[in-house]
């Protein structure tokens, strides 16, 4: 099972920033968020992890809690083109004997509006 | 460089048949993972191929299998199709050894009538 918790669905503007909350609150020390999203009949695209420290890249940043037990996807300006279902992972990285297994979960389904 | 290959994009079969689908990964990638995904069921893990072996396994029937090749392309075998085992076959392709992110390809969508 899936050891995320996301809202089914979620609506934004277009130009607005999304926010997209995850909760993990069983997360090891050692394990990373990940997140990906697929567009409709896409495979999964990454778009970005971290263990415990902010991150951000070209596509979004992450916010992870202090105490890790949740973190947020922000989209800054979401477009039509970023209507899709975001999934949230929590993942022992290989590097620490993890494996490359992805467990996902539902998802949140996100849809941008013009 | 190329993405993650897979063969064929679509392919119906009847009940009681076998299929092959192939996977070719990034240069380089090590590491195949298979998903099965369905309305019913959203994405689930099939198997992980790392250096030609098997190193982890989801929970699905002995009818599904799989290989890797020494060139690191995978193949995943049904035998004996079930309507249930209609969906959408996806590969991701990884290093295999470090903390990065999965190529996935665009899937492989299997209709059995």
């Known amino acids: 099972d899936a050891k995320t918790t996301q809202p089914t669905s979620m609506d934004c503007a277009e130009g607005r920033a999304a926010n997209l909350p995850c909760n993990h609150s069983?997360?090891?020390?050692?394990?990373?968020v990940y997140w990906y999203r697929q567009i409709h009949s896409q495979g999964p695209q990454y778009i970005i992890h971290?263990?415990?420290n902010n991150e951000t890249n070209e596509m979004a940043s992450l916010i992870i809690t202090e105490d890790r037990k949740s973190s947020t996807l922000i989209l800054p300006h979401a477009t039509l083109r970023d209507t899709a279902v975001y999934y949230c992972?929590?993942?022992?990285?290989?590097?620490?004997?993890?494996?490359?297994?992805?467990?996902f979960g539902k998802g949140t389904k996100l849809t941008v509006n013009p | 460089k190329a993405g993650v290959t897979q063969t064929p994009r679509y392919l119906i079969k009847t009940r009681g048949q076998q299929v092959t689908l192939s996977c070719s990964p990034i240069?380089?990638?090590?590491?195949v993972s298979w998903y099965q995904q369905t309305p019913g069921q959203g994405l689930q893990f099939l198997f992980e191929?790392?250096?030609?072996?098997?190193?982890n396994k989801g929970n699905f029937p002995g009818r599904f299998s799989g290989r890797q090749f020494s060139n690191s392309r995978s193949e995943m075998n049904v035998s004996t199709l079930e309507l249930g085992d209609s969906a959408l076959y996806l590969c991701?392709?990884?290093?295999?050894?470090?903390?990065?992110?999965?190529?996935f390809g665009q899937g492989t969508r299997l209709t059995v009538v």
């Open positions: 069983t997360i090891s020390g050692n394990e990373y």
């Open positions: 971290g263990l415990k």
């Open positions: 191929y790392f250096s030609e072996t098997q190193r």
């Open positions: 992972i929590v993942r022992v990285a290989p590097t620490q004997g993890g494996s490359e297994k992805l467990v």
């Open positions: 991701a392709s990884t290093p295999g050894q470090q903390n990065t992110e999965a190529f």
């Open positions: 240069s380089g990638h090590r590491s």
